[in-house]
C-alpha cells in the first residue's frame, strides 16, 4: 500500500436529509467536491435512525418534508444524549418571519435559506465543522 500523502485526513462525513431529489443531489455533489463523504437521506422519517447508523460530523437539515418536519426532527436529535452534540444546519425554502427563531429555538446550529447561495452553503458548512478553539 502506498503512503499516504501529507496532510491525509479522513473527510467529514455529512448527513443530508432532503426530500427533493433535485436539491438532495445538488447538495451531495456541492459537499463531495469540496471533499466531504455525503449521506443522502430522502425520507425524514429514517433521519435519526440513519444519524446513529452513519455518525456524521454533521447533518444538513431540510424543514419542509412530508411525514415529519425538519423542525420535529431537529427536536429529536437535540433530545437525544448520544446524537445532540451533531451540529444541525437547516435549510428552509422559505424564510417568514420569525422562521429563523424557531429553528435556532429547536436547537439548530446554523441556518441558510433557498434559493441556496452555493458559496454561502460552503462557507456555513465549514463553519460548523470547526473545531471548537482551545481554551
Ligand atoms: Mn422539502
Redesign the pocket.
Known amino acids: 500500500m502506498p503512503p499516504q500523502p501529507k496532510g491525509f485526513r479522513v473527510a467529514n462525513k455529512i448527513l443530508v436529509v432532503?426530500?427533493?431529489e433535485l436539491?438532495l443531489k445538488l447538495f451531495c455533489d456541492l459537499l463531495r467536491a469540496h471533499g466531504y463523504e455525503a449521506e443522502p437521506v430522502r425520507d425524514g422519517r429514517e433521519a435519526v435512525e440513519r444519524t446513529r447508523a452513519f455518525d456524521p460530523d454533521l447533518i444538513i437539515m431540510?424543514?419542509?418534508?412530508?411525514h415529519i418536519s425538519?423542525l420535529e426532527l431537529i427536536e429529536q436529535l437535540k433530545s437525544d444524549d448520544a446524537l445532540k452534540s451533531i451540529p444541525v444546519m437547516a435549510v428552509t425554502?422559505y424564510a417568514a418571519k420569525g422562521d429563523e427563531e424557531r429553528i435556532r429555538d429547536a436547537g439548530a446550529e446554523g441556518y441558510v435559506s433557498k434559493p441556496i447561495s452555493l458559496m454561502k452553503f460552503v462557507e456555513s458548512v465549514g463553519a460548523l465543522l470547526k473545531p471548537e478553539p482551545g481554551p
Open positions: 432532503e426530500d427533493n436539491n431540510d424543514i419542509q418534508m412530508p425538519g425554502a
